[in-house]
């Protein structure tokens, strides 16, 4: 069953993750919160956010295990828990190396 109560729509299997962390970024490259994966699938994954804070429909995903960063597609909401689709969009610029090592530090900073 997914979080909405309709049975599962996932064609790819998930993988349990643990003790995994990542970040929201904008894909203005903005930082918005830190999260922890909860399941991961090739084409998307779960993740809970860190605090309520406004998420917009797209953003970037960066996993702090591999220091990278897809786009992602918001496919449902519950609380903190949030369902993503994985969307590269070849119109929106990648972040830059900076950004990508400034948010691969243990404490996040930008400064």
Known sequence: MSVSGKSEQRELERKRTRLRSGKLVSLDG??????HFQDLAKGGARIRIIGQCDIPERFWLF???YCGALITHIVWRKNLDI???FAPDSTVA???ESVLHALSGKYYSLG
Do not use: A, I, N, Y
């Open 83 to 85: 369902g993503v689709r």
């Open 94 to 96: 990648p972040l830059s």
């Open 63 to 65: 996993d702090d295990q």
């Open 30 to 35: 903005q930082f918005l919160t830190e999260c």
